[in-house]
Structures are given as C-alpha cells and as structure tokens.
Antibody, heavy 119, light 110 residues
Framework: EAQMVESGGGLVQPGGSLRLSCAAS????????MSWVRQAPGKGLEWVAN????????FYVESVKGRFTVSRDNTKNSVYLQMNSLRAEDTAVYYC????????????WGQGTLVTVSS | QTVVTQEPSFSVSPGGTITLTCGLSSGSVSTTSYPSWYQQTPGQAPRTLIYSTNTRSPGVPDRFSGSIVGNKAVLTITGAQADDESDYYCVLFMGSGIWMFGGGTKVTVL
C-alpha cells in the first residue's frame, strides 16, 4: 500500500529556513503529481503546492509564492518542500499527499510533520 | 479573491442523513471544479472520501456519496453513526493549477 513519511519539521526562528522531505513507498512517485497541504493549529486544511510528475510544472498558494519551493527526486522516490523567509503564520502541520489525476483528488496522505516558527 | 465556502457546523441524530455543501463565494461549482471530500478527526491525517464529484475512494462505504446540486458540490452521508463525527473538507480546482480547500464543516452526531 502507498505510504508517505514526512520529516524535517521543527522549531525555526522567523526569517529562517527549513526543508521538509517526504519519502514515499509502495508506489513510484514518477507516475503521480504530488502535493503539500498544511494545517495551522486549530485551523482548517490549506493546499500549499503541487508538482507535476517530472517536476516541470509547480503551483503554489499565493501566500507562499517566492518563499517556498517544491521539488522532487523520482530516483529517490521523494518530494521536498524548501521553506525560506518563514513567518509565524507558516506554523502548521505539513502533510505530503499523493495527487491523482483523471479522478482528481488527494488519495494517500502522510502523517505530517510540525513546523513551528517562533522566536 | 474567490474562496471555497462550507457550513461551519452540522448536527445530526444517529441514523439521520448528513448533507454538507461546498460552494464558491463568487460563481458556481461544476464538474470541472473536480470537487473532492476529506474526513479528519482530531490529531489524525485526513482520510479521502470522494474524488471528482462522485467517485468513492476505495474502502469508503456507500453511505458516503457526492454530487452537484444547483451551484454547489454536496457530500451526503446516510445512516449517521457516532464515528462520522469529524471535520469534513472539500477541495475545488480554481483554475491555473490552483486548488483550494473550504474552511471545513464540523459534524456532530447527537
């Protein structure tokens, strides 16, 4: 069965950087778009970024454009989220999810990694 | 900016029917909005229920169904059970590669 495990979360100061990783197993990510979704404490889900199968297309929510970069290494079956110029409002659990096309939607989710931006 | 709208809360009695809607602050939801639905309990990752309006995710019971009614996407859950008590989120395609979650609906089974 498809599984994703996120890592790289932690405490970082405002203005700092963090790189999240998502290691997939049970399927080849080269066949799928992949997504990052976040959830601030006590708040709802927010879609953050999508990346195409070969990495040639990337899309971001407006609030992270120019600060976050999604990437992937299909040979390592992994997806990444580089987060720069972090703000307090970026504090959230970050989920990696597989995005299916055809019947569009997120079909498998990781358990998430917590990012806390605070001084 | 157009946002995705959901009822903040919904209450139902056991055995009743839950009807949740997903709309747009401006405009109508259609099949090309590709609405999908997710269930989340506190402290857990979301669980996928429905893709592209009405395709159930594997393992999701047929008590859960999706549709478009009027200008909104609708998630219907029949025979409400205690473990249906969760937060439910919809996602819509907004165009230009952008997807957006609604604010979520907290369902209480009384």
């Amino acid at each position: 069965e498809a599984q994703m495990v996120e890592s790289g979360g932690g405490l970082v100061q405002p203005g700092g950087s963090l790189r999240l990783s998502c290691a997939a197993s049970g399927f080849s990510i080269s066949n799928y778009w992949m997504s990052w979704v976040r959830q601030a404490p006590g708040k709802g889900l927010e879609w953050v970024a999508n990346i195409k199968r070969d990495g040639s297309d990337k899309f971001y929510v407006e609030s992270v454009k120019g600060r976050f970069t999604v990437s992937r290494d299909n040979t390592k079956n992994s997806v990444y989220l580089q987060m720069n110029s972090l703000r307090a409002e970026d504090t959230a659990v970050y989920y990696c999810a597989r995005f299916r096309t055809g019947d569009y939607g997120l079909d498998y989710w990781g358990q998430g990694t917590l990012v806390t931006v605070s001084s | 900016q157009t946002v995705v709208t959901q009822e903040p809360s919904f209450s139902v009695s056991p055995g009743g029917t839950i009807t949740l809607t997903c709309g747009l602050s401006s405009g109508s939801v259609s099949t090309t909005s590709y609405p999908s639905w997710y269930q989340q309990t506190p402290g857990q990752a979301p669980r996928t229920l429905i893709y592209s309006t009405n395709t159930r995710s594997p393992g999701v019971p047929d008590r859960f169904s999706g549709s478009i009614v009027g200008n909104k996407a609708v998630l219907t859950i029949t025979g409400a059970q205690a473990d249906d008590e969760s937060d439910y989120y919809c996602v819509l395609f907004m165009g230009s590669g952008i997807w957006m979650f609604g604010g979520g609906t907290k369902v209480t089974v009384l």
